[in-house]
């Protein structure tokens, strides 16, 4: 079977791994079971894009017991867990991810999941779609809908349906409550102070952590944060999240004051170059920066090199930016979401209500003589079976249900 991986030595650790998540994952055990009786996904081919963790290596088992053939890659270059990706390959699925790959090899195996020819993608980001509508556009005719897991991915996918560009329907799985009041929340919160205290060994107690947006992620972070004894700030642009943030008790600042104050900073808004140069201009020696927002964007690192005399690694994952006048200032994970760069990312029970919503919608498109059940390949409203919009909303060519 076609695949690329890191090292197939690795099999026996990653099975047990997957093992060990399975045990915390029981909705997706039971839609599993359901899914194995049925097999609706026989002959269903899927592309999917996510972070190769063992929570997907669930995922993919519910997949394939559904009779689903199956080609996955990572959807970022940093969150692949190479003994993970062996497991799965070991158990037939094609799997295309090596954790630090570079970015050529990143579209390549994105394009190699294509490969499949999908009738279903699954994306954590837009990847698969955006590859898609730019060079592969012959795979079009035969994409019955996909699936995106993540607020990023979904506004650049009603960005697109807006611009009338989106060629099929997406059904917005983080619009699900059982996604992103969750997920967002209680597993990025706690899996991103569990990326910062693996990748810094810093002591949270007494630290002022500044957090930017105070979103389904933000929320989280700033409340654990809190919990560990940090002084938390929080910086927003909506002047609504901001008061919320007040109301819990948090200290709100405009970022330019807040980058005077803060020992350690964290993005998660979904945003461009939150933290920019003339933060970085005033930040005290010795502030750490990350981010776990979907794109290594958030932190403008061109920036940052652009003021840095010299830069070294300094420990995995922390690379220290020395500025002309002797400051230095700590990137983690290369700006790259922290939670799955320097730590597993969410835990299984989190997972498990995400990913109960993938399998669902994936589990309502059953082939019938070569098309599916759920309606005609013409019409691109009808092609998702509504069902599955009850679990979450469609965005589809220019409509959101
Ligand atoms: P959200 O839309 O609920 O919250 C983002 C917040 O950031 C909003 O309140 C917005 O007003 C604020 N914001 C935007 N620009 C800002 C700026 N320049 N300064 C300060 N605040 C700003 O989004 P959510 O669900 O919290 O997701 C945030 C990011 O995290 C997205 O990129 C999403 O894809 C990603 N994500 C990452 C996960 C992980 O495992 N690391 C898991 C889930 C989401």
Known sequence: MDHHVKDLGLVKQGRQRIEWADIEMPVLRSIRERLRRERPLAGLRIAACLHVTTETAALMRTLIAGGAQLRLCASNPLSTQDDVAAALVEEQTAVFAIKGEDRDTYYRHINQALDIKPHLTMDDGADLVSTIHSTRQELVKEVIAGTEETTT??????????????????????????????????????????????????????????????????????????????????????????????????????????????????????????????HFEIMKDGAVLANSGHFNVEIDI????????????????????????????????????????????????????????????????????????????????????????????????????
């Open 302 to 401: 061109p920036a940052l090199l652009d003021l840095a005399a010299s830069s070294r690694e300094v420990r995995e994952l922390v690379q220290e930016y020395r500025m002309r006048d002797g400051r230095r200032l700590y990137l983690l994970a290369e700006g790259r979401l922290l939670n799955l760069a320097a730590a597993e990312g969410h835990p299984a029970a989190v997972m498990d209500m995400s990913f109960a919503n993938q399998a669902l919608v994936a589990g309502r498109h059953r082939p019938v003589g070569g098309t599916t059940e759920a309606g005609s390949h013409g019409d691109p409203h009808r092609r998702t079976d509504p069902r599955a919009a009850e679990i979450s909303s469609v965005v589809g060519r220019g409509h959101i249900s």
């Open 153 to 278: 991915g979904v506004i650049r996918l009603r960005a697109m349906a807006r611009d009338g560009a989106l060629k099929y329907p997406i059904v917005a799985i983080n619009d699900a409550k059982t996604k992103h009041l969750f997920d967002n929340r209680y597993g990025t919160g706690q899996s991103t102070i569990d990326g910062l205290l693996r990748a810094t060994n810093l002591l949270l107690a007494g630290k002022t952590l500044v957090i930017c947006g105070y979103g389904s992620c933000g929320r989280g972070l700033a409340s654990r944060a809190r919990g560990m004894g940090a002084q938390v700030i929080v910086t927003e642009v909506s002047p609504l999240h901001a008061l919320e943030a007040v109301m819990e008790g948090y200290q709100v600042l405009p970022m330019v004051q807040a980058a005077r104050e803060g020992d350690i900073f964290i993005t998660v808004t979904g945003n461009r170059a939150v933290i920019r140069r003339e």
